[in-house]
């Protein structure tokens, strides 16, 4: 076991901020991350000796920036570490991807910057090989220096598409089309509003002005309704919001509806008890990078506060903050969708919910016919949703959403009903909880004569 006055976990624009924040402040701090470099999947860096991909002159000043905060022997950083929990000491528990070490570290405050995951809503064979989020796309993107190979599709909602065709496009394969649910060039009047919001306008824009100048379709106003596969192509179905629909043949399609907090399993905030324990960035609230270091500045400030035993001041983050919800608010208003989706409870009985475990509409729907339905914990034990090896961060808000739909006179079952909190976070190998016990175990218990 050793010991660090606080352990951050994360090291994207968070977790680096807020690293850097309390090494400013002299505190000692640990950040861990469970990839081999840091940056967050914003930031993310070329592996080995991949190249990296070109990025806007804000977002490499910004990660220059963050990065010369924590180049101080204050920051010990761990690359390639899991976080799995807090046991029942307060103690961090974190395993070595590489080495299959588990250990302990004893520590006065947990920051906790673990960023968002992707929102994906289900759709007949989106689970199919050669079917993947728009986000782990980018991430290989950045990581490998290489845009995919073949005919690339990106479908589903937000700008987060823009970003990765601009991104494919300078990595010298731009994506056949694109299929976005909203139609931005509708809202001039909204599209004015982010004006004030200089530097996020400049990234998107450059994104924009790639993907125009490139000739890249973007279908706006649309949506896949369904995948197919056959032998090594997939088709895609699009359906128009005026009902048209039309096919189109790819190698890989990207899906993306969004983001939201990746807080599945982690403990609430507590500031009245040693570890303090305190969120920050998208996983307390997903506003984007600007957010995100803001957030991660404020974490490490309260932190130092709690650790002094004084009131931080922290008027200063919030206001940076609540200027980035206002800009969330507005890129929301300019994607909204121009069709309402369909009903999750009309989706064909063969729809994969649950990725992980296979799990389909029709076995949820079998599973709430038993009498007086059961709960989202029930659900879990008896028809495996959100027990497989993403811990429900894909499929438990939508298997909660479709509770709610079939059965709309009972009480509302959140995410939350499926996942609990519980540690581990994420799952643990054997191997690595034997080597932990081997580590500790003596022979005291034997019987001696």
């Known amino acids: 076991m050793s010991d660090a006055e606080v352990v951050v976990i994360g090291a994207g624009p968070a977790g680096l901020a807020a690293a850097g924040e309390l090494a400013r402040a ?3 701090v640990t950040l861990v991350e469970q990839r081999a470099t840091a940056g967050g999947a914003i930031h993310r860096q070329p592996v080995g000796a991949a190249k990296a991909i070109p990025v806007s002159a804000t977002a490499r000043r910004r990660f220059e920036t963050l990065m010369r905060g ?14 799995l929990g807090l046991d029942g000491d307060g103690l961090v528990i974190l395993e070595g991807r590489l080495s299959g070490q588990v250990d302990a570290i004893k520590a006065k405050a947990v920051i906790l910057a673990t960023g968002a995951v992707e929102k994906i809503r289900p759709l007949p064979g989106w689970e199919l090989p050669g079917v993947s989020t728009a986000g782990g796309m980018q991430v290989m993107l950045k990581e490998t220096g290489a845009a995919p190979k073949g005919r690339v599709l990106l479908a589903g909602n937000g ?11 300078r990595a010298g394969n731009p994506p056949i089309a694109i299929v976005e649910a909203g139609n931005p060039f509708s809202a001039p009047a909204t599209a004015l509003r982010l004006l004030p919001h200089g530097a996020l306008l400049r990234e998107a824009s450059g994104y924009m002005a790639d993907v125009l100048r490139s000739g890249t379709p973007w279908k706006r106003g649309a949506r896949i309704s ?4 056959t032998q ?4 895609a179905t699009i359906r128009h919001a005026d009902g048209r629909e039309e096919s189109i043949e790819c190698d890989r399609i990207a899906l993306h ?3 939201r907090e990746n807080d599945i399993g982690l403990p609430p905030a507590a500031s009245d008890r040693m570890p303090f324990v305190l969120r920050a960035g998208d996983c307390r609230h997903a506003l984007g990078v600007l957010a995100a270091v803001a957030d991660g500045e404020r974490a490490g400030v309260e932190a130092t506060g709690l650790i002094a035993g004084k009131l931080a001041a ?8 609540v200027r980035q919800e206002a800009a969330q608010a507005l890129l929301a208003r300019l994607f909204i969708p121009v069709t309402e989706p369909p009903p999750l409870a009309d989706l064909p009985g063969e729809t994969v919910l649950c990725r992980c475990e296979g799990g389909t509409v029709d076995d949820l729907k079998s599973l709430l016919r038993i009498k007086d339905g059961l709960s989202g914990r029930e659900v879990k034990h008896n028809g495996r949703f959100a027990m497989g090896s993403c ?9 909660a959403a479709l509770m709610a739909e079939l059965r709309p006179d009972g009480p509302t079952p959140t995410q939350g009903d499926l996942t609990g909190r519980r540690w581990p976070v994420r799952p643990v190998s054997i191997a690595a909880l034997l080597n932990a016990a081997s580590d500790k175990t003596t022979n005291d218990h034997e019987v001696r004569s």
Request: proline share 4%; hydrophobic share 50%; net charge positive.
């Open 26 to 28: 002299g505190i000692a």
């Open 159 to 169: 700008p987060l598409l823009i970003a990765l065709a601009a991104q494919m496009i």
């Open 257 to 259: 509806d969004g983001i």
């Open 314 to 321: 922290l008027a200063r983050f919030q206001k940076k903050i």
């Open 391 to 399: 811990q429900g961060r894909f499929c438990a808000a939508n298997t």
């Open 232 to 235: 090594r192509v997939l088709t």
């Open 226 to 229: 369904r995948i197919e596969r």
């Open 70 to 83: 924590v180049d101080t022997p204050l920051v010990n950083h761990r690359v390639s570490t899991s976080f």
